[in-house]
Structures are given as structure tokens and as C-alpha cells.
């Protein structure tokens, strides 16, 4: 059974700071991998996505991801108090229509 | 454009009631799915359609029953409904497969907030 995990939280970030948030898969048959944002009483919204071994960057983003240790990691710099989400990762299998399979989330705060 | 529609966006019904949920695409996408999310957890998958034909079924309840009418359209049909099927029902749509990225990008709708009385 597929597994995602991610430290619930509460993670609080003073604003300006970089947050750094983590998420362990077990699958390592494992090929595209997620962030979404989503905040109270909303839908996920996606804001990063990453496929290959490294660093990809989007504005403050940076996704991390290291297939052998499977691990995904998401950066936000310059944290604003707009960033205060729940922050969720995904994983899923090989290309082709399959579910993803969300880790818990990490609630984030950003301190004004 | 990268939106899904959901429609209606609050539903509360009995649990005699039928009822359905409807989301709408017009991104091209060929997948298309549906979750379910209680409140402060993740998104559950409930339904995976490929190329308007269902290909993976989470092993959900009969009292659920989806349909996709075309590549655009996907409904969720409800039918004698317990009070703990209540949540956020969420449509989310992708590429099938988008070169040099494998599994396309699922894009997410507003959901449905269904409460079951």
C-alpha cells in the first residue's frame, strides 16, 4: 500500500523566513510528485510539480525531490502571512490516469 | 485556463434523497476523477475515468454512482446516503500522459460541500 508521510504540524515560520516542509513516500515505484496549498474550506490548489531528481524552482517555490531516499521537500521563501495553509504532498505511480495518494499535511503558519 | 467546475457548490439531502454532483472541464484533459475529503483530512480517491470509460474504482459504496457523459462532463450520483458520507466532494481532471513529465497534473475543482441529514 502506497504510504505518504508529512509532518502535521503545526509549523510556525516567522514572516520573511524560509519554510521547509517535508514529505517521505514508500512506493518507489513512484514517478510524479505534488505540492498543493490549501487553505480552510477550499479545494487543493496545485503550486508545484516535479518529476526528475533535484531542485526545480517557481518563484519563492523550490521543490526538492531525491528519488533514492524518497523524499520530496518544498521551500517558501520570503514567507508571507498569505502562505498560512495546509500544505499537501502527492504522489503518484507511472504516467497514465491513476489517483494520487496525499500525505496528512502540514499545517503552516507564517508569523507576522 | 486551468478551471474546473463544480456544481452545485453546498448540498445537504436526506437520506432517502437522490441527488447528483456535477463537474465540468473544457482543458482537453482525458482523465478525470473524484475525492472525497473529511474535514482536517487528505483528499480520498473515489473514482479514476479514462477516456470516458471508468478505470479504477476505489472499492466505494453502491450508494455512489458515477457517470462521465462525455470528455467534459463528470457526475456523481447519490443515492440513500449515511450521515458520515457528509464532506467536501472534489473533481479533478489531467493529461493522461504529458511527455517528459509522465503523469499529467490534476487540477482540482471547489468542490461540493454535501452534508447528509
Known amino acids: 500500500q502506497k504510504e505518504v508521510e508529512q509532518n502535521s504540524g503545526p509549523l510556525s515560520v516567522p514572516e520573511g523566513a524560509i519554510a521547509s516542509l517535508n514529505c517521505t513516500y514508500s512506493?518507489?515505484?513512484?514517478?510524479?510528485f505534488f505540492w498543493y496549498r490549501q487553505y480552510s474550506g477550499k479545494s487543493p490548489e496545485l503550486i508545484m510539480s516535479?518529476?526528475?531528481?533535484g531542485d526545480k524552482e517557481d518563484g519563492r517555490f523550490t521543490a526538492q525531490l531525491n528519488k533514492a531516499s524518497q523524499y520530496v521537500s518544498l521551500l517558501i521563501r520570503d514567507s508571507q502571512p498569505s502562505d498560512s495553509a495546509t500544505y499537501l504532498c502527492?504522489?503518484?505511480?507511472?504516467?497514465?490516469?491513476?489517483?494520487?495518494?496525499f500525505g496528512k499535511g502540514t499545517h503552516l503558519i507564517i508569523q507576522p | 485556463d486551468t478551471e474546473v467546475t463544480q456544481t452545485p457548490k453546498h448540498l445537504v439531502m436526506g437520506m432517502t434523497n437522490k441527488k447528483s454532483l456535477k463537474c465540468e472541464q473544457h482543458?482537453?484533459?482525458?482523465?478525470m476523477y473524484w475525492y472525497k475529503q473529511k474535514a482536517k483530512k487528505p483528499p480520498e480517491l473515489m473514482f479514476v475515468?479514462?477516456?470516458?470509460?471508468?478505470?479504477i474504482n476505489e472499492s466505494v459504496p453502491s450508494r455512489f454512482s458515477p457517470e462521465c457523459p462525455n470528455s467534459s462532463l463528470l457526475n456523481l450520483h447519490l443515492h440513500a446516503l449515511q450521515p458520515e458520507d457528509s464532506a467536501l466532494y472534489l473533481c479533478?481532471?489531467?493529461?493522461?500522459?504529458?511527455?517528459?513529465?509522465?503523469?499529467?497534473?490534476?487540477?482540482f475543482g471547489p468542490g461540493t460541500r454535501l452534508t447528509v441529514t
Open positions: 479533478a481532471s489531467s493529461w493522461i500522459y504529458v511527455p517528459g513529465q509522465g503523469a499529467g497534473e490534476q487540477y
Open positions: 512506493d518507489r515505484g513512484s514517478q510524479s
Open positions: 516535479i518529476y526528475s531528481n
Open positions: 502527492a504522489v503518484k505511480g507511472g504516467g497514465g490516469a491513476d489517483g494520487l495518494t
Open positions: 482543458m482537453g484533459h482525458r482523465a
Open positions: 475515468y479514462s477516456y470516458e470509460k471508468l478505470s
